[in-house]
Nanobody, 121 residues
Framework: QVQLVESGGGLVKAGGSLRLSCAASGSFSSITAMAWHRQAPEQQRELVAS???????YYTDSVKGRFTISRDNALNTVHLQMNNLKPEDTAVYYCWVAATAVTTPGGKSYWGEGTLVTVSS
């Protein structure tokens, strides 16, 4: 079982920056992939950025050049640095990890509870 604790959301003006962090704890063998998703009001949840254990990174087109995802494998943390924020970035941001354990060697997905990011115009 993996517990995820997110931090760093809040209210910021357009053009500002925020840094989201997510720390994983619990019983697991390895965290393979880590990612941030977001869900805006009345919208489907979407993948924002992901990073695997080897450091391969994906960004959705709308955040390329503005957001940076990073992870610390030793601390089991993932961060999302968000710069030049826009009102359309307003959403609840969810941390997601895929982890393996003795009881789930094939891996299992876990979600954080979400942190609200509000960007005012």
């Amino acid at each position: 079982q993996v517990q995820l604790v997110e931090s760093g959301g809040g209210l910021v003006k357009a053009g500002g920056s925020l840094r989201l962090s997510c720390a994983a704890s619990g019983s697991f063998s390895s965290i393979t992939a880590m990612a941030w998703h977001r869900q805006a009001p009345e919208q489907q949840r979407e993948l924002v950025a992901s990073i695997d254990r080897g450091g391969r990174i994906y960004y959705t087109d709308s955040v390329k050049g503005r957001f940076t995802i990073s992870r610390d494998n030793a601390l089991n943390t993932v961060h999302l640095q968000m710069n030049n924020l826009k009102p359309e970035d307003t959403a609840v941001y969810y941390c997601w990890v895929a982890a393996t354990a003795v009881t789930t060697p094939g891996g299992k997905s876990y979600w954080g509870e979400g942190t609200l990011v509000t960007v005012s115009s």
